[in-house]
Nanobody
Framework: QVQLVESGGGLVQAGGSLRLSCVASESIFSTDAIGWYRQVPGKPRDLVASTTNSDSTYADSVKGRFTISRDNAKNTVFLQMNTLKSEDTAVYYC?????????????WGQGTQVTVSS
């Protein structure tokens, strides 16, 4: 069982920045992927950004504004969010995909609220 703890959410004005952090309870180097999703009420949880040991993937809506990074030594993944827009308002969830033997497991954090005021 991997535990993920997010922090860094809050209220920010449009055009501002926030940095989210996610600390994992075990080495993120061994994960297949680790990243961030977001969800607004009544809608599905959508991928924001994800990273493996070799590359990163971004949703089109955040490309050029958000940057995902990782500190393997601290088992931490970050999401730097710049030029925030009101449509970025959501609960942001950290996600990790871990392979154990022939099976993959997906773990989620508890979520952190990001609110962008216009």
């Amino acid at each position: 069982q991997v535990q993920l703890v997010e922090s860094g959410g809050g209220l920010v004005q449009a055009g501002g920045s926030l940095r989210l952090s996610c600390v994992a309870s075990e080495s993120i180097f061994s994960t297949d992927a680790i990243g961030w999703y977001r969800q607004v009420p009544g809608k599905p949880r959508d991928l924001v950004a994800s990273t493996t040991n070799s590359d990163s993937t971004y949703a089109d809506s955040v490309k050029g504004r958000f940057t995902i990074s990782r500190d393997n030594a601290k088992n931490t993944v970050f999401l730097q969010m710049n030029t925030l827009k009101s449509e970025d308002t959501a609960v942001y969830y950290c996600n990790a995909v871990v392979r154990r033997g022939l099976r993959k497991y997906m773990y989620w954090g508890q979520g952190t609220q990001v609110t962008v005021s216009s």
